[in-house]
């Protein structure tokens, strides 16, 4: 049973500002610190090739003593806000009706909420009472894409069915007032908030590009590498330097075995729908590709325009692919790396 895209939607937050903008709030917050040491992380912000991002609150609030509950008040009032934005607008899309849903799948990993937000959907859009709800937690920036998988599980397992799966971050509601380290500097000066929903379908009748194969790939003893901890203050980010290196170690085994378990080698993949962790992450799969006449282009320009959202980024990625209409029978690989460490992989045929 054939399982397709059949729309994807994203929603931004009020707040916006450049990186130059950004820079007198900087000033204030390294106000007291070593000049040195403003100057270099000045420098990290400047030269995160983010132009732009998005955020739940102003930076005069993201810059200013607030409590773990009330930023994290906020994130759960406007990732319902977000939430139903862009799964609206994916329906709209895709033509549909809200009652046209069969499973809802709920991402996020910067705040938390218990009823979760799929609950609060279901409600404001009058979901079927019936509908199987799933929400995805603690995957980080690697759950987009995991969503993805366990809704084409889903629907692969049951015909005639569609699913929607809604990501929605706040990484600025993680923010760390009074700390000083480089995870907590580079994760301020790579991220923004944001929010996509895709809509998959089994249903015969309804088009898009099908998931030919999805899967996993876990790294051994790499759990240290990415994550959050909850401290009083909030989510903390943990970000280990030796990322990019650990990425670019496993990228061949990551890619070509997942192709060749498909019957398809790197040579007949057209688009590479790659989540944008970051510069130095770009940097690193450019590198691996440059001999390949292949290019990240849409994920570079998604980091330029709203920073990482972590798990709905790469979703942002896949919109640009499906607004353009790719020509029936080209083949595109999506993949993004999250805490754990793990890759999801998917690849496409429109």
């Known amino acids: 049973m054939s399982v397709k895209i059949q729309s994807v939607a994203k929603a931004l937050p009020p707040y916006t500002r450049t990186t130059e903008e950004i820079m007198p709030f900087l000033d204030i917050w ?17 030269n995160a090739a983010v132009e732009r991002r998005y955020s739940i609150m102003g930076p005069e609030d993201v810059f200013s003593k607030t409590s773990f509950e009330e930023k994290n008040d906020l994130y759960v009032r406007e990732v319902i806000k977000l939430g139903k934005e862009c799964l609206e607008g994916a329906l709209a899309k895709a033509g549909l009706s809200p009652q046209s849903l069969d499973y809802i799948i709920t991402v996020s990993c910067t705040g938390i909420m ?3 937000l799929d609950a609060y959907l279901i409600n404001a859009l009058q979901l079927k009472q019936d509908i199987i709800r799933l929400p995805v937690t603690e995957m980080g920036c690697a759950a987009g894409i995991s969503g993805m998988i366990y ?13 929607a799966v809604i990501a929605v971050e706040s990484p600025t509601a993680t923010f760390q007032l009074e700390d000083f380290s480089m995870p907590n500097i580079v994760s301020a000066a790579i991220f923004g908030d944001g929010a996509a929903c895709v809509i998959l379908s089994s249903h015969p009748d309804d088009e898009g590009p099908e998931i030919l194969g999805e899967e996993m790939y876990h790294f ?11 401290t009083n203050t909030g ?16 990228f061949p085994e990551i890619i070509h075995p997942f192709l060749a378990r498909n019957g398809f080698t790197i040579d007949e993949i ?20 440059k ?41 595109g690989l999506m993949l993004s790396f999250g805490p754990g460490f793990s890759a999801q992989r998917i690849l496409l045929q429109w």
């Open 270 to 289: 057209q688009h590479f729908i790659f989540h944008p962790g970051g510069k130095k992450i770009i940097q690193t799969v450019e590198e691996l590709f």
């Open 30 to 46: 390294l106000s007291g610190q070593e000049e040195r040491f403003a100057r270099k992380v000045k420098k990290i912000f400047e």
């Open 235 to 250: 989510l903390q980010m943990v970000l280990d330097v030796e990322v990019p290196n650990q990425i670019a170690a496993h």
């Open 151 to 163: 809704a084409k599980k889903f629907l692969q397992a049951n015909p005639g069915k569609r699913a």
């Open 291 to 331: 001999d390949l006449g292949k290019n990240i282009d849409d994920t570079k320009e998604v980091l330029r325009a709203y920073g990482n959202m972590s798990s709905a980024t790469v979703l942002y990625v896949l919109e640009r692919f499906m607004d353009r209409k790719v020509p029936e029978g080209e083949k």
């Open 220 to 230: 051994y003893e790499a759990e240290h590498l990415m994550g959050f901890r909850l």
């Open 114 to 116: 218990i009823p979760s």
